[in-house]
Each structure stands twice: as C-alpha cells, then as structure tokens.
C-alpha cells in the first residue's frame, strides 16, 4: 500500500511538474526577450526560488500555474515573447507603462482564460491580432498610448464579455467595425488621438451599459446618431476635433441625467444650446467651443456642479447689453475654475456680479467680444485666478488697481481696449505673472518701477500707447527669464540702459517709434539669443556697435530712420539666419556687401544713406570709387597697424618666443638667434602673407576686442607657426584691453603660457595631459609670479595647443593684477567692460559685482574640466530653467558617471583596451 501510494504520488509528482516546467520555461523565454532592466524587477528570476515566488508572478493555489504577470512601471525595454501563449492558465496580463516594442504576439490568442490584457504605455507597434477574439473571456483590452497601426478588428465583436476596449493616442484607421453592435456588456468605448473615420455608428444607442464614448481627435463625420438619447448610463460623451454637425439633439433629456461631462468641441456644429442641457444638474465639464453655434445663453443656475464651462469661439449673443446676464447665474458655482467665452458676439458691460464667482475659478477669458465699460473693481475678489483675458474689446477707463490683488495670476491680457491713465504700480504685486499685454490702449506716463518685482515676467508687451519718460535700469532689468519685450510705438525717450544686456534669453525686441537717442548699447551683444531687433525711428547715433556680432541667430534687424554713421558692419555678411535687414535713411557711408542677405535686394534696404556706394545692382547705388577705396582702407589699415604696432609685434614676439621655449633643447643657439632677429625684424607685410592676407581660414580665435590669426612664416632657416593678435581699436576698452595684456606678459615666462594653433576641445586624446597643462600656467600666474595675475576669461578658445599637444593659456586681455596679494586674493575692480569673462566660465559672484579673485578662475578652470571631459558647452541649449553644467555632472555622480563622459574619449578608451588586449595574446604567443 505504501508503495503503491508512493508510486502514485511519484506519478502524480512527475504529471504535475511537467506542466509546471511548461510555465517556468515560458517564463524564462519572456525574461530572454527583455534586453533591458534597469530596476532588476527580474533579477529573482532564476531556479533559487520556485517561479511562482518569482516578482510579478502569480500562481494558482491548485494547480501551481501561473495566472498573473504584473510588471507594470517597471522600465523593461524589449519585446513580448511568443512563448507568453504557453502560460495557458493566464488571466491577467499587466504590462503598462514599460519601452516595450515590436508586435503584440499572435500566440495571445491562444490564452483562452485571458479576461484582462494591459499593454498601454509602450512603444508596440504592428496591428492588434483578430485572433484576440479567441479570448472568449476578456474583459478589459487596454492598448492605449502605443504605435498600433491597421483597423480595429472586426472579429473582437465576438467578444461578449468586454467591458473596457482603450485604443487611445495610436495610428489606427478605418471605422468602428458594425460587429461591435454585439458587445452588450461594454461599459466603455474609448478611441481618441487615433486616424478613426466614417460616421459614429447608430448601434451605440443600444448598447445600454455605455458610461464612457471618447473619439475626440479623430475624422469623424455626420451627425450625432438619435439612439444616443436613449443611454441613461452614459457619463463621458466626448466627440470633440471631429467633422461632426448638425444641430444639437434636443431629446438628449435622458442621456443627460448622469452626464458628467459634455464635450463637442472643434466641429462643425450649428444652432443654439437645447434647453434640455440647462437642467443637467449633474454636469460638470461643458464645451462647445469652436463650432458654430448661436443665440442666446439662457441661466446656467441648475449646473451647480459645473467646473468648466467653456463656449469660446461661437456666435453667442448679438452685441446687446444684455448677452452677459447668464453671469450672474453662475455666482452658486462653487466647482467652477474655468469660464472662456472668448471670441462671441456678446456685448454690454460687464457685471459687478464677478466679483461673487467662486474663489476656485483659474481661467476667465472674455476677449473678442464687443464688451464696453469698465472693469468692476470687484475683480479683485477672484484671489485664485490665474489667467484673465479681456483682450479686444470697448473696454474703457483705468485699469484698477484691485488687479494686484490677484497675486496668482501669470496671464493677463487687457490689449487692443481703450483703457487710459497710468499702468497701475499694484502690477508688481504680481509677482509670478509671465506674460503681461496692455499694448494698442491709451496708456500714458511711465513704466512703474514696481513692475522690477516680476522677476518670472516672460512676455511683455506695452506697444503703441502714449507712454513717455526714461526707462529705468531697474525695469528693464526686470527679468532674466524675458523672451519678448515690446516698447515700440510709444514716446519714450533718453538713452537705452546698458542693463538690456541682462536679458540674456530675449528673443524678441522691438522699440522702434520712440525718442530714444545716444549710441546704441554694446551690451545688446550679450542677448545672443536674438531673433528679431527692431530699433527703428528713434534717434540713435554713432556706428553699430561691433559686440553686436555675436547675435549670430538675428532673423530680423531693423535699424531704420536713425543717424547712424559709419561703414555698414562687415559681420552682417555672416549672419546666415538673418531675412530681413532694413538699414534705410541713416548716415552709413562706404561700400555695400554683396553676399550674404546683402545679396537679396528684396530681404535688404539700404536706401537714404547718400554715402553708400556699390552693392547689387537693384539698390541702384552709385559704383564705388575702388582705387580711392582701395587706398584709403590700405591707408586705415597701416594707421591701424601702427597705433598697435609695438603692442602688436611684442604680443607676437612673445608669443612666439614662448611656443618655440618647448624647441629650445632640439635647436643650436645660432637658429635662436636668427628666429629672434627674423621676429624683430617683421613688417606688416610678412604678417599680411604668414596670414594668408588675414584670412577666415587662419581665424582660429575671436574675443570681445579683437581676432587671432594662425600665420606661416617662411623665412630665416624654416617655417615657423605663429599666432597673430589683430586689435579693434573702434571697440571701447580695446586699448585698455591691450595695456592689460601686455602688462601681464612682460614679466611671465613658463612653458604653458601662449596662443598657438589649435583648439583644445577638438582632441580625442591626452585631455588629462592638457588639463595639467592649464593648471600649471594657472598656478604659476597666482603663486609664482614676481605680481600675482588674475586671468579672468578662462575658456576652451583661450587654451591652445602647440605642435607637441603642449597646452597654453593666452589671451590676457581681460587680465588684472594682484598687487595686494597678502590680504584676501581678491581685488575691487569696476570696469566700463561689464562683467569680466565669457558667459558660463565666468563665476556667478562676478554677476553680482563680487571683487575679482583667483577663486573666480578656479572656477572658470572647472568648468572647462566639466566640458573637456563631457564634450558639452555651458551654453548649451539642453542646460536651461536653472540646470547648468555643474549640476548636470553633479547629478550622475558617482553611479552614472559613464552616462555624461563624451562618447569620443570612451570609444578612444575602447580601441586602447583591444590594442592591450591584443599585446597580451601576442606577448603570450
């Protein structure tokens, strides 16, 4: 007997681990298809432990098979493995929120037990399989936010217990299969963001389970079906962003008992709003914005429920004073938070009842009505809003004060009105407002300095008024987060503050149709982000600041009908972006480029200058004199040249001297000494030649007052490569910057201190050596020179290399010295330069006026470590809102490291690691 049950229990053993071998093995097949697992969500995944203790498996307590797979959220990259259709006893497949790809496996079809299958959330691509309807059970198919393609399948309509069918944000087309008249237990049909077409089937109406239709997005066309009148059950009835019209149904009275939410936005639709909607007391979000809907929009005070109410862009009301009383109804809306009834036919005053509205209201947008009258001062109660849109309009009178009471607000739109007086100073109190538009009105005085206090202010607009006065520094410093800012068409007046530098994400500015005069800012050149400059019709003078070079993204550039003087600027030629450029009606002398926009007469204009010559023909410019022309700029030139000659051939001797130091040991004392006459012997024609006449193929450097020039001297006993400093002596602080460096290098000499050749940041290899470099030079301009020297603007463009990778540090331009070095390695510095440095190497503290230090390149020393070794800039476009370079490296420390090294110096260490390896096998061998 024993035996005999010990036997049949070996049988029983032996049937019942077969099919749990079955299982395991499928299950390892999924885990092979998995290429990727961050959160080792499958690490248990091995023969330690039973695979029913395995982490997202669920086995039946019977028969030990498993029913359940539940990795949702857990950053699995892969595949779904065929083998999935051997789990037979499967229930529930729970996957969402994964990178899963590829196609959903035919062999699902197989998985008879199946009631609930969650793919949403993944990057699965492929059809979604017929045979799915061999399912018999399913209940729940959720293949939202996916890349499925093809049509729904007809088949699925044999699925009698489905309940939830989720297709959303994916490719599909076609229409919704007639087969689908069948699913008499569907609860919920949803479908937006897809390709889906045809009209919306009139079985619908008969399925009488149906709580959720969602086909917002779609093409869907033809009219809401009658039969949808009969589904009491339904709550979400959303058809918006089709090509659906017609009128609204006017015997939706039971569909509407338990509607929630009521969307048919962006269709096509006409007629008035059935009065059957007005008792809806359950409804809570209504829009029908974007159709073409009509009449008059009745009492809304049994939608006590209502949250969103939005009917923007209709043809409501017909301009009367009394297309607003529906307000007043909606003053017991405790739930409402958004009311939009922008671009309507809605005119009269606007009631005092707002003031009443409900404190949870965000969105409140009137504009493009035909509202007059003044704003009620009860506006000020809505303490929660967010956006206020009043734009365009007959609105009239001041702006109140109350305004500033909204201390959430970030929108505010009060443009195209016909409000006067002065911009209420409460504004400021608007401490998170981003975007504030009160242009085209009647507005005077000045800009309030309270408006300094909006320091989230992105967009800004006060064009065409009457306002007048200086602008502050403080207010035009008001923001560093600013991308638009329009003051055109007003009466300011006086100069442009030189804070307008600190907008250094300004994209847009237009201050054109103004009085303000003197010279144009240096500054400017800081906003390089730049698209469009417009400074027409005002009063500035002088020549066009050469800083504005670096505004190298400009699309558009208008400096008409001012006094400017002097040659049109030779950098505009480079601006590769630049559409429009309107130079017209100044005092610009000289010839016109021809390349570049100069060379699109209907993208230029140059006229109103009686001193241009040349230029394509259809400026229809007289020739220019080129023999004069030519004398006269040779003529500038050599003066150039000699009011830096000494400076000049110093800077070169030196530099020269110093890149040739490394040469020292390899060369007789007699080829030193003929390089030291040839280099005191140079005239400016060698320079001219060494440089290729100074050519853009030889620029290997540009800074704020000058450009270096890589040059070949072909004479004495060989070539020789020298870097030549060229001077722009029409840029203020050029000279100063010229004393500085040629008082920093007249007493250094150490073999990392030149400027030579080539770009430190374009190496693949000996980074590390180079870096050392750079810390030598570094540590013997503050510890070791007879007078400490802080270099102030060290960056990549200032660290060259010579022939034998030997960095050196160059560029003293911008250098200070430390005469006091025995008190706190700092020095007070004010200087008409601004701030000292390049923006992102330059430390922080120097932006807010902090004593030059040699901490401060220590600082700008990091930071080029970060970008050596990470192969990205500071002033890259991925480091923005707050992140930089610093804590882009912080972050990844030390786990990721390998994350954020540049790909160049890993794939360099990678060949380095197979050279070693070979070496081993061969040394072996």
Same mark, same amino acid.
């Given at each position: 007997?024993?035996?005999?049950?010990?036997?049949?229990?070996?049988?029983?053993?032996?049937?019942?681990?077969?099919?749990?071998?079955?299982?395991?093995?499928?299950?390892?097949?999924?885990?092979?298809?998995?290429?990727?697992?961050?959160?080792?969500?499958?690490?248990?995944?091995?023969?330690?432990?039973?695979?029913?203790?395995?982490?997202?498996?669920t086995c039946g307590h019977r028969h030990q098979r498993v029913t359940v797979l539940n990795l949702p959220s857990s950053k699995l990259v892969g595949s779904i493995s065929p083998h999935i259709g051997n789990l037979s006893f499967l229930r529930q497949i729970t996957l969402q929120n994964n990178s899963l790809h590829n196609e959903i496996p035919l062999e699902n079809g197989y998985l008879h037990r199946l009631q609930v299958l969650r793919l949403n959330h993944n990057s699965i691509s492929g059809k979604i399989p017929s045979n799915l309807s061999s399912c018999a059970n399913l209940k729940t198919l959720l293949v939202t936010y996916n890349l499925l393609t093809g049509e729904i399948p007809a088949a699925l309509g044999t699925l009698s217990k489905l309940q939830y069918f989720f297709i959303v944000n994916n490719k599909m087309i076609g229409g919704i299969p007639p087969s689908f008249e069948n699913l008499s237990s569907l609860d919920a049909f949803v479908a937006f963001d897809?390709?889906?077409?045809?009209?919306?089937?009139?079985?619908?109406?008969?399925?009488?389970?149906?709580?959720?239709?969602?086909?917002?997005?779609?093409?869907?066309?033809?009219?809401?079906?009658?039969?949808?009148?009969?589904?009491?059950?339904?709550?979400?009835?959303?058809?918006?962003?089709?090509?659906?019209?017609?009128?609204?149904?006017?015997?939706?009275?039971?569909?509407?008992?338990?509607?929630?939410?009521?969307?048919?936005?962006?269709?096509?639709?006409?007629?008035?709003?059935?009065?059957?909607?007005?008792?809806?007391?359950?409804?809570?979000?209504?829009?029908?914005?974007?159709?073409?809907?009509?009449?008059?929009?009745?009492?809304?005070?049994?939608?006590?429920?209502?949250?969103?109410?939005?009917?923007?862009?209709?043809?409501?009301?017909?301009?009367?004073?009394?297309?607003?009383?529906?307000?007043?109804?909606?003053?017991?809306?405790?739930?409402?938070?958004?009311?939009?009834?922008?671009?309507?036919?809605?005119?009269?005053?606007?009631?005092?009842?707002?003031?009443?509205?409900?404190?949870?209201?965000? +969105? @409140?947008?009137?504009?493009? $009505? /035909?509202?007059?009258? !003044? =704003? *009620?001062?009860?506006? &000020?109660?809505?303490?929660? %809003? #967010?956006?206020?849109?009043?734009?365009?309009?007959?609105?009239?009178?001041?702006?109140?004060?109350?305004?500033?009471?909204?201390?959430?607000?970030?929108?505010?739109?009060?443009?195209?009105?016909?409000?006067?007086?002065?911009?209420?100073?409460?504004?400021?109190?608007?401490?998170?407002?981003?975007?504030?538009?009160?242009?085209?009105?009647?507005?005077?005085?000045?800009?309030?300095?309270?408006?300094?206090?909006?320091?989230?202010?992105?967009?800004?607009?006060?064009?065409?008024?009457?306002?007048?006065?200086?602008?502050?520094?403080?207010?035009?410093?008001?923001?560093?987060?600013?991308?638009?800012?329009?003051?055109?068409?007003?009466?300011?007046?006086?100069?442009?503050?030189?804070?307008?530098?600190?907008?250094?994400?300004?994209? +847009? @500015?237009?201050?054109?149709? $103004? /009085?303000?005069?003197? !010279? =144009? *800012?240096?500054?400017? &050149?800081?906003?390089?982000? %730049? #698209?469009?400059?417009?400074?027409?019709?005002?009063?500035?003078?002088?020549?066009?600041?050469?800083?504005?070079?670096?505004?190298?993204?400009?699309?558009?550039?208008?400096?008409?009908?001012?006094?400017?003087?002097?040659?049109?600027?030779?950098?505009?030629?480079?601006?590769?972006?630049?559409?429009?450029?309107?130079?017209?009606?100044?005092?610009?002398?000289?010839?016109?480029?021809?390349?570049?926009?100069?060379?699109?007469?209907?993208?230029?204009?140059?006229?109103?200058?009686?001193?241009?010559?040349?230029?394509?023909?259809?400026?229809?410019?007289?020739?220019?004199?080129?023999?004069?022309?030519?004398?006269?700029?040779?003529?500038?030139?050599?003066?150039?040249?000699?009011?830096?000659?000494?400076?000049?051939?110093?800077?070169?001797?030196?530099?020269?001297?110093?890149?040739?130091?490394?040469?020292?040991?390899?060369?007789?004392?007699?080829?030193?000494?003929? %390089?030291?006459?040839?280099?005191?012997?140079?005239?400016?024609?060698?320079?001219?030649?060494?440089?290729?006449?100074?050519?853009?193929?030889?620029?290997?450097?540009?800074?704020?007052?000058?450009?270096?020039?890589?040059?070949?001297?072909?004479?004495?006993?060989?070539?020789?490569?020298?870097?030549?400093?060229?001077?722009?002596?029409?840029?203020?602080?050029?000279?100063?910057?010229?004393?500085?460096?040629?008082?920093?290098?007249?007493?250094?000499?150490?073999?990392?201190?030149?400027?030579?050749?080539?770009?430190?940041?374009?190496?693949?290899?000996?980074?590390?050596?180079?870096?050392?470099?750079?810390?030598?030079?570094?540590?013997?301009?503050?510890?070791?020179?007879?007078?400490?020297?802080?270099?102030c603007d060290l960056k990549p463009s200032n660290v060259l290399l010579d022939d034998e990778m030997v960095g050196h540090v160059g560029d003293f331009g911008l250098a200070r010295l430390l005469f006091d070095a025995t008190q706190d390695c700092s020095i007070h510095q004010s200087s008409s330069i601004g701030v000292r440095g390049t923006i992102g190497y330059t430390p922080p503290e120097y932006g807010l006026g902090n004593n030059l230090s040699t901490y401060g390149d220590i600082y700008s020393y990091g930071i080029l470590l970060l970008e050596m070794f990470t192969g990205k800039r500071p002033i890259d476009d991925i480091f923005q809102d707050n992140l930089n370079l610093h804590d882009f490296v912080k972050a990844v420390l030390p786990e990721q490291i390998i994350d954020i090294i540049d790909p160049i110096l890993l794939s360099v260490h990678e060949r380095e690691g197979e050279t070693r390896t070979n070496n081993i096998t061969r040394n072996e061998g």
């Amino acid at each position: 007997m024993l035996l005999s049950f010990s036997c049949c229990g070996l049988l029983v053993t032996f049937v019942t681990g077969w099919n749990n071998e079955t299982d395991r093995l499928a299950l390892l097949e999924f885990k092979a298809k998995i290429t990727d697992d961050p959160l080792q969500v499958m690490s248990s995944w091995n023969d330690s432990i039973h695979f029913c203790q395995w982490r997202g498996v669920t086995c039946g307590h019977r028969h030990q098979r498993v029913t359940v797979l539940n990795l949702p959220s857990s950053k699995l990259v892969g595949s779904i493995s065929p083998h999935i259709g051997n789990l037979s006893f499967l229930r529930q497949i729970t996957l969402q929120n994964n990178s899963l790809h590829n196609e959903i496996p035919l062999e699902n079809g197989y998985l008879h037990r199946l009631q609930v299958l969650r793919l949403n959330h993944n990057s699965i691509s492929g059809k979604i399989p017929s045979n799915l309807s061999s399912c018999a059970n399913l209940k729940t198919l959720l293949v939202t936010y996916n890349l499925l393609t093809g049509e729904i399948p007809a088949a699925l309509g044999t699925l009698s217990k489905l309940q939830y069918f989720f297709i959303v944000n994916n490719k599909m087309i076609g229409g919704i299969p007639p087969s689908f008249e069948n699913l008499s237990s569907l609860d919920a049909f949803v479908a937006f963001d897809n390709n889906l077409g045809g009209i919306i089937p009139t079985f619908f109406g008969q399925l009488t389970k149906l709580t959720l239709f969602s086909v917002l997005g779609n093409r869907f066309s033809g009219t809401i079906p009658p039969s949808i009148s009969n589904l009491s059950s339904l709550i979400l009835f959303d058809i918006a962003d089709n090509q659906i019209q017609g009128h609204l149904p006017s015997y939706i009275d039971t569909t509407l008992q338990n509607m929630e939410e009521f969307i048919i936005a962006n269709n096509q639709f006409t007629g008035s709003i059935p009065l059957a909607i007005y008792n809806a007391s359950n409804l809570g979000i209504f829009q029908l914005s974007l159709n073409e809907l009509s009449g008059k929009v009745h009492s809304l005070e049994k939608l006590n429920r209502i949250s969103s109410f939005l009917i923007s862009v209709n043809n409501f009301g017909n301009g009367g004073e009394n297309d607003l009383s529906f307000l007043c109804s909606l003053t017991n809306s405790t739930y409402l938070n958004e009311l939009e009834i922008s671009f309507n036919n809605s005119g009269g005053e606007l009631p005092k009842c707002i003031g009443n509205f409900s404190t949870t209201i965000i +969105y @409140l947008t009137l504009d493009n $009505n /035909k509202i007059y009258g !003044k =704003i *009620p001062i009860e506006i &000020g109660n809505m303490i929660n %809003l #967010e956006r206020l849109s009043m734009w365009n309009n007959k609105l009239s009178g001041n702006i109140p004060s109350e305004i500033g009471l909204l201390q959430k607000l970030i929108v505010l739109e009060l443009h195209a009105n016909n409000f006067f007086g002065n911009i209420p100073s409460s504004l400021g109190n608007l401490t998170v407002l981003m975007n504030l538009y009160l242009l085209d009105n009647n507005l005077d005085g000045n800009i309030p300095l309270s408006l300094s206090k909006c320091k989230e202010l992105f967009s800004l607009s006060l064009a065409n008024n009457s306002l007048n006065g200086s602008i502050s520094p403080q207010v035009i410093a008001l923001s560093f987060s600013t991308t638009f800012l329009d003051l055109s068409a007003n009466q300011f007046t006086g100069a442009l503050p030189m804070e307008i530098g600190n907008f250094k994400n300004l994209e +847009y @500015l237009d201050i054109s149709e $103004n /009085k303000f005069f003197g !010279k =144009i *800012p240096t500054s400017l &050149g800081s906003c390089v982000k %730049l #698209e469009t400059l417009a400074m027409s019709e005002n009063l500035f003078q002088g020549i066009v600041p050469f800083s504005l070079e670096s505004l190298r993204g400009l699309e558009n550039l208008d400096l008409s009908n001012n006094n400017l003087s002097g040659q049109i600027p030779k950098f505009l030629e480079l601006f590769v972006y630049l559409q429009f450029l309107n130079l017209s009606y100044n005092n610009f002398e000289g010839e016109v480029p021809t390349v570049g926009v100069f060379k699109n007469g209907s993208a230029t204009f140059v006229k109103g200058n009686s001193k241009l010559c040349g230029g394509i023909p259809k400026f229809q410019l007289p020739k220019c004199k080129y023999q004069k022309s030519k004398k006269r700029k040779l003529t500038l030139t050599f003066k150039l040249i000699l009011s830096i000659s000494s400076g000049l051939l110093g800077v070169t001797l030196v530099l020269s001297l110093l890149f040739l130091s490394s040469l020292r040991k390899k060369r007789k004392e007699n080829t030193s000494s003929d %390089l030291v006459n040839l280099l005191l012997n140079l005239s400016y024609q060698n320079l001219l030649k060494a440089t290729d006449g100074f050519s853009s193929t030889n620029l290997i450097g540009m800074g704020n007052f000058g450009s270096v020039y890589k040059g070949i001297l072909d004479q004495g006993r060989g070539r020789h490569t020298i870097a030549v400093k060229v001077l722009n002596l029409l840029h203020h602080g050029a000279s100063k910057s010229f004393m500085a460096e040629c008082e920093a290098l007249q007493s250094i000499r150490h073999r990392n201190i030149a400027k030579v050749l080539h770009h430190v940041l374009v190496l693949t290899i000996k980074r590390l050596d180079i870096a050392i470099d750079v810390a030598n030079a570094l540590d013997y301009l503050h510890h070791h020179c007879h007078t400490p020297i802080i270099h102030c603007d060290l960056k990549p463009s200032n660290v060259l290399l010579d022939d034998e990778m030997v960095g050196h540090v160059g560029d003293f331009g911008l250098a200070r010295l430390l005469f006091d070095a025995t008190q706190d390695c700092s020095i007070h510095q004010s200087s008409s330069i601004g701030v000292r440095g390049t923006i992102g190497y330059t430390p922080p503290e120097y932006g807010l006026g902090n004593n030059l230090s040699t901490y401060g390149d220590i600082y700008s020393y990091g930071i080029l470590l970060l970008e050596m070794f990470t192969g990205k800039r500071p002033i890259d476009d991925i480091f923005q809102d707050n992140l930089n370079l610093h804590d882009f490296v912080k972050a990844v420390l030390p786990e990721q490291i390998i994350d954020i090294i540049d790909p160049i110096l890993l794939s360099v260490h990678e060949r380095e690691g197979e050279t070693r390896t070979n070496n081993i096998t061969r040394n072996e061998g």
